[in-house]
């Protein structure tokens, strides 16, 4: 039971989703302000996408000193990142870190998930189930439950028949040590494949690599910090904080004017050398203005890239099959690794490329494709998330006209600024789909979210208000914002969870806002200076 107090009648001010980062920062920043909080987390304990995301080599590819709050300049002070790229466990202390120096493990309800959520219209509440049986009842319902949460289906042919030890990246439930002198199958080679690998090698026996799309893998370039770097950062710690609030991916900008053909060529390959060495997401893909935009431009630094693979591994043949061909460089989510193409150089690791021979089934203990059988002791499953729309199905919400969330959105995702959704008053989602927090640094877009939210549900209460809901002609000029903005990038040239067909069915719709956090963010604060037009406040 959390310990926030609710009214008399039992219902809260607000029912929160989730004890990530969004879940809890919302709990901070809407008990400071007075509200009373009830937060369900499915999970044990705090922490997100990082308590269940533990496989080997798990760590977050924007860098921790901003990959982290800012709303506390105590907090910033006294933490200290020990490298670059902080893995998993160091970015799981620091959120149960913020959890107890806050106390706010306290309003939450853990291993209980909402599974249900009815919009009462007469009382003007959420009624929300969860999956102990029990009812609870909010004026608000947020949700904090993450866009990369809901692992994908297993959507694998003959999977059930392996009788071998079976994991996912995303529900890694085992040590490394039980891969040990294993014949290892990775299927899927996208952030978390590519992180897991290398390390997966070093114990395995064998490792088979199942890739069906190549990704441009560009070198994390991860490092310890040195008590000199963690200084300078501390001293400039809230004007650094400040910039990345108005940059256009929440991390320090680095502004480039130039096109790419605006440079010769060889000015061009010394500037992507450069880029590359830098690497990171102001690296190679952020090397000139219009590498997102133009796909010639984006071309020669596709094929920078290309030739790094080849340079790298060593059997022709495999780099072949390694140089992505099918997408521009970064119109799917860039991806960083550590010794990602070295590992093919070693003797224990093969690669099987399952779009010149499909996967059709799995044995006992095997994972056939139309050109073979390939043993296996072990299967690892590294084939991604229901991305966005996934947790928020999961919510069960049923809206005022007595819709279903899935149905409303059955065509494509509809939303307000990707917090709200017409239909489904009082309800806001955090990093919700076309927010920016697909393509920027999530916490810092998170931050933003929570605080504008927060600040219109006060507006609200400040005027006697009950409901808030957007109305449909504001949702439609999102939805037309979101869509113009993509469509003048190479985003929309390329499928992948960033427009949903990853999963069979799923509508394509993208969902994020590419416009950039800083733009959205002064978006944000004009709607709320003009008494936020787009927003049914009653
Ligand atoms: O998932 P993915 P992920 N048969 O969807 C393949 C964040 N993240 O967990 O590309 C065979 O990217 C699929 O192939 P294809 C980050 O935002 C961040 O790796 O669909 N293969 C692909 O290769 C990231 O983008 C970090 O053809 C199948 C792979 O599985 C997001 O999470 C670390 C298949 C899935 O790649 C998701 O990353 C980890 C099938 N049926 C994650 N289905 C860092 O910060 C899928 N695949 C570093």
Known sequence: MNSTSTSASGIVDIIGVGAGFSGLYLSHRLTNAGWTFAGFEAGPSVGGTWFWNTY????CDVESIY????????????????????????????????????????????????????????????????DNGETRRSRYLISGAGG?????????????????????????????????????????????????????????????????????????????????????????????REECRHSPGGIP???????????????????????????????????????????????????????????????????????????????????????????????????VSLRDEPLETMTANAIVTSEGTYEADAVVLAIGFDAFTGPLYGLGLTGASGTKLQEAWRDGVRTYLGMMTTDFPNFFMVGGPQSPALASNVVMTIEQAVDWIADLIEHARDSGATLVETTVEGQNDWVDITEETVAQTLYATTDSWYRGSNVQGKPNTFMGYVGGVGKYRRMCTEIAKRGYPGVEID
């Open 148 to 240: 990369l949460s809901t692992p994908k289906d297993f959507d694998l042919p003959g999977l059930g028949n392996f009788t071998g030890l079976q994991v996912s990246t995303s529900r890694w439930n085992i040590s490394l040590d039980d891969l040990e002198g294993k014949r290892v199958a990775v299927i899927g080679t996208g952030s978390s494949g590519v992180q897991a690998i290398p390390l997966i090698a070093e114990v395995a026996e064998h490792v088979t690599v199942f890739q069906r799309t190549p990704n441009y893998v560009m070198p994390a370039r991860n490092t310890e910090l040195s008590t000199e770097q963690i200084e300078s950062i501390k001293v400039d710690y809230p004007a650094i």
């Open 253 to 351: 900008d680095r502004p480039v004017a130039d096109k790419a053909f605006d440079v010769s060529e060889e000015e061009r390959r010394r500037r992507y050398e450069a880029a590359y060495e830098r690497s990171g997401f102001q690296g190679v893909g952020a090397e000139f203005a219009d590498l997102l935009t133009d796909a010639e431009a984006n071309r020669t630094a596709s094929e920078f890239l290309h030739d790094k693979i080849r340079e790298i591994v060593e059997d022709p043949s495999t780099a072949e099959l390694l140089v992505p061909r099918y997408h521009p460089l970064g119109a799917k989510r860039s991806v960083f690794g550590t010794d990602y193409y070295e590992t093919y150089n070693r003797p224990n690791v093969s690669l």
């Open 56 to 59: 080997p080599g798990a760590r």
């Open 67 to 130: 990959y982290s709050y800012s709303f506390d300049e105590a907090l910033q002070q006294e933490w200290t990142w020990s490298q670059r790229f902080a893995p998993q466990a160091e970015i799981l202390s620091y959120i149960e870190h913020v959890a107890d120096r806050f106390d706010l493990r306290k309003h939450f309800t853990f291993d209980t998930r909402v599974v249900g959520a009815t919009w009462n219209a007469a009382d003007r509440l959420w009624e929300v189930r969860l």
